[in-house]
């Protein structure tokens, strides 16, 4: 018996609650993007709401993440782009109108989901997009990222009591740097999107700094723009007070760009 044939396949588990989701409803289709070291969980009642009002749902896992951290070592930004846009391009087949919404990297992802394919995405919902990071330690990332593995995360930034992102509490060095990479491509390319997009920031965000809302604002390209300050969420507002103020302003959104009824 070869090494390779006594080798078994080892499929790391999902964490409870991490698991992706989906749901085919009307011919309006929304495909929300979680964040970095995060999980779907942290999308989960907005999937809920929207899918309650008939839309066409689909909330992936991206690779790595929602299991355990040093997975996410493994992969790199183009892994959770492809899922995205698989996620993407599978809303194509099922509805007329496409929206993507996404939370801090999965607002990322979302943009350049929009830079790439401005002929699907109508618009975009973004809660505390990021673009950039002011941590100095960014600086020596490309050299410290081949000896040490990880960090402390940021986990769970939510001023709600009781709530859970299913995220990590390691941040995994490589797939950080690899993040970065995805920011400057990103944030080159800002000013080809022309979709409408809403914008919801949160005024007490420990995960995000506020030069990324800078960034977007100064250089996106759509002549539609909508920012909203958060007053009483932290980094995750999807699971914290101003969850409803987002689910329903995405809501409005949808029925202000799309054929929906209003009402």
Known sequence: MSLSDSREDVTVPVLPGAEPFQ?????????????????PASMRPWADFLAERDVTVRLPRLPGHGT?????????W??????????LLDLTDHCSEVFVMGLSM??????????????????LVL?????????????????????????????????????????????????????????????????TIKAPLLVYRSAQDHVVEDSSGRLL???????EVEQHVLDRSYHVATLD??????????????????????G
């Open 68 to 76: 355990v951290w040093a997975e996410l070592q493994k992969s790199r």
């Open 127 to 191: 809660v505390n997009p990021s673009l950039r990071s002011d941590n100095k330690g960014m600086k020596v990332l490309p050299l410290l990222k081949a000896f040490v593995p990880s960090v402390k995360g940021v986990s769970n930034d939510i001023a709600k009591p009781g709530q859970d992102e299913v995220a990590y509490d390691r941040t995994p060095l490589k797939a950080l740097y690899s993040l970065s990479k995805l920011w400057r491509i990103t944030t080159d390319d800002l000013g």
């Open 217 to 223: 604002l100064e250089r996106i390209g759509s002549t």
């Open 106 to 123: 999965g607002g990322t992802l979302a943009l350049r989901l929009a830079e790439q394919h401005p002929e699907i995405v109508k618009g």
């Open 23 to 39: 749901h085919d409803g009307g011919p309006v289709g929304v495909l929300l993007c979680h964040g970095f070291t995060g999980s």
């Open 78 to 87: 183009l892994d959770w782009y492809a899922e995205d846009q698989r996620a």
């Open 241 to 262: 007070y101003d969850a409803p103020t987002i689910f329903q302003g995405s809501w409005e959104f949808l029925q202000r760009h799309s054929q929906l009824a209003a």
